[in-house]
């Protein structure tokens, strides 16, 4: 008897054409990020990376026009500053000058271990020699400043550190000492956009992945467990504000 065969519907095999494709055209999740503000640095990365990256937590923002006298500059805030001014007395000047030359004999019974013959050279001699002696120029230098030719509205991080002198770009920043610092003529709301540009444009510059893509990367908050509960609450909202797939919130105990 002749073997019977079957046929598929046309409508079928269709079907199952499609459902690979309707597989590879659908989203695909990325791995973690992890975010860890501090007042001082921003650390970002991957889950996945062996170390995060380390970012100055400062943002500058150009004014277009003349600057309000009753904004403070963080970078001229003296608060920023460490300070550290030591009473020199008589004691302190005697344990100078004995450490001095400790190192002075140290020198000489080093010269003579390697049975290197020379004469002692009075300070005044070293003194005189090194006050003839000019500054080392050098042809180049691998710092730069900060390329401001496409008129950003911010910049961030180490960008801030290298902005040119006058280069009408006010400087905040928006963590101090686990608060959330709100300069004079500030609001709260205004501040906490300042994180949302700053974590953002951090993510996008250092991580390479565009603002479009968030909605697919979930994020953890690594913050300490003795931060400020109210900066908590609001640093949530600006992730929240980010638009990740999901987030989560981690507290690193500090008091062990």
Avoid at 133 to 155: C, H, K, Y
Wanted: charged share 25%.
């Amino acid at each position: 008897m002749p073997r019977k065969t079957e046929k598929k519907a046309p409508q079928a095999e269709q079907e199952q054409d499609e459902l690979p494709a309707q597989n590879e055209a659908g989203p695909t999740q990325r791995e973690a990020i992890i975010l860890h503000p501090g007042s001082s640095y921003l650390y970002v990365g991957f889950a996945s990376d062996s170390a995060p990256q380390a970012i100055p937590h400062l943002i500058a923002y150009h004014q277009s026009g003349p600057r309000d006298p009753q904004q403070t500059n963080d970078a001229e805030n003296p608060s920023l500053v460490l300070e550290y001014k030591t009473e020199i007395t008589d004691e302190l000047k005697s344990q100078r000058e004995e450490g001095l030359e400790a190192v002075r004999r140290a020198l000489k019974d080093y010269r003579r271990s390697l049975d290197v013959a020379g004469r002692d050279v009075d300070t005044a001699e070293y003194t005189e020699f090194n006050q003839r002696q000019g500054p080392a120029e050098r042809e180049s230098s691998e710092l730069s400043l900060t390329d401001l030719s496409g008129n950003p509205t911010f910049v961030i991080g180490s960008e801030v550190l290298y902005l040119p002198p006058d280069s009408g770009y006010q400087v905040y920043k928006p963590i101090r000492n686990g608060r959330l610092h709100i300069p004079p003529s500030h609001s709260l709301s205004s501040v906490l956009s300042m994180l949302e540009d700053l974590w953002t444009h951090a993510i996008e510059d250092y991580l390479d992945l565009p603002r479009k893509e968030f909605k697919s990367c979930q994020v953890v908050l690594l913050v300490p467990d003795a931060i400020d509960r109210q900066l908590l609450k609001e640093m949530m909202n600006v992730v929240f504000r980010m638009e990740f797939a999901a987030a989560i919130l981690h507290q690193v105990n500090t008091t062990m």
